[in-house]
């Protein structure tokens, strides 16, 4: 395991958006926990949901008093991220012939990666990468909790049959919402909690309208001109192609709209770059669609101009943990049309903060109406940006926490009674 370098927060500069009494709730949560010793795992410390939260959450928790860590999972056998991503893919509902092999990998990595957890408190595994660390680590006394990002509901059987006994070894499991968990799933603590975005970050900070137009044009896209944009990995099950159809749609009726497609290559996900080929070849040299990536210099600051410089935002997902550039792109006040899937349903409020579609058709239509109404758009956007306020910033997320690792203590015995050398 690799440990991930994070900066320094401050909890208390948020009250001014959330308000002193959340904070003040967050600090007597926190006070019975001061030097709790929190690890989360994860296969990876840049590109995703997960690293984006992670690189926000864990300063927290040590500015509020606790130890938290970060590691990385390490994958002697770069295969590994192959089979996760497969295994991603099967839990999202696509048939997947484990093969013995590929359950050897998956699993050998875990053990090699249990073996050298440190002395904590309490572990938060993330997702199927990290989901058989706590059955390696038999001799632990930390309290352990699975976090999964992933919708489960249609997750093909077979896959999920192998994984449950790794997630019943845990004392608690975390989802979005409770529509993703598999309901054989036995333990005594499941909990929901949705994910969160921060807002002091570089990706959602303030950024001046027109610097965030100059970083547009700067990759040859026309700060004046309608523009289309979806941020996510290439992924089919993001839908990139389908949201290049999308704008084919939109271009028919308001010929200078413009599409940029913005996507990391994330460490974990070896199908980025094909995707990415794929979404370019389909873009068939279109002068007004960019796919561009953090290669092409597109990181944190570049993504938020881009989600400012949004006429509408599309998150046209096929399948979905929760999509946390819905929340991005809603902080900063611009409507989402999003696909009707997963965790973006908690967010666009259809017809309120944006709109939840199932088609290229739908999505087109709905991305026209936005187009040729201002009014709708700034109504919407405000909406969208309190909705963002009251459930998904980064200071609930911090609560939930906190709440969790008090119950686990409550249900364990004292802290420095459970402390123990894992692994
Ligand atoms: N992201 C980014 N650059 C990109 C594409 C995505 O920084 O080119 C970030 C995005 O802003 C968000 C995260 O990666 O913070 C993606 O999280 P989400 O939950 O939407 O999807 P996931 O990749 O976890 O399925």
Known sequence: MRPVTVGTKGVDAYARLVGEEKIDEIRRLAEPLRGARVLHVNATAYGGGVAEILSNLVPLMNDVGLEALWYVLDARDPTFFDVTKRIHNALQGMPLDLSDQMRELFLETDRANAAQLPDVDFVIAHDPQAIALRHFASASEASWAWRCHIDLTDAYTPVWSFLRPYVEAHDAAIFTMPQFAQPDLTLDRIVFSAPSIDPFTEKNGPLAADEARAIVAAFRLDPARPLLVQVSRFDPWKDPNGVIDVYRRVKAEIPEVQLALIG????????????????????????????????????????????????????????????????????????????????????????????????????????????????????????????????????????????????????????????????
């Open 264 to 423: 990391s290559l994330a460490d974990d996900d070896p199908e980025g770059k094909d995707f990415l080929a794929r979404s370019i070849a389909h873009a068939a040299g279109d002068p007004d669609v960019r796919c561009l990536t953090d290669l092409d210099g597109v990181r944190d600051r570049e993504v938020n101009a881009f989600q400012r410089s949004a006429t509408v935002v599309i998150q046209k997902s096929l399948r979905e943990g929760f999509g946390l550039v819905v929340a991005e792109a809603l902080w900063k006040g611009i409507p989402v049309v999003g696909g009707a899937v997963g965790g973006i349903p908690l967010q666009i409020v259809d017809g309120e903060t944006g709109y939840l579609v199932r088609t290229v058709e739908e999505c087109a239509e709905r991305c026209l109406r936005l187009l040729r109404d201002a009014d709708l758009r700034s109504r919407m956007g405000a909406a969208g940006h309190e909705r963002v306020r009251g459930e998904f910033l980064i200071t609930r997320d911090l609560r939930d926490h906190l709440r969790l690792f008090s119950d686990l203590r409550a249900a364990k015995g004292a802290v420095g009674g459970t402390r123990a050398r894992v692994g």
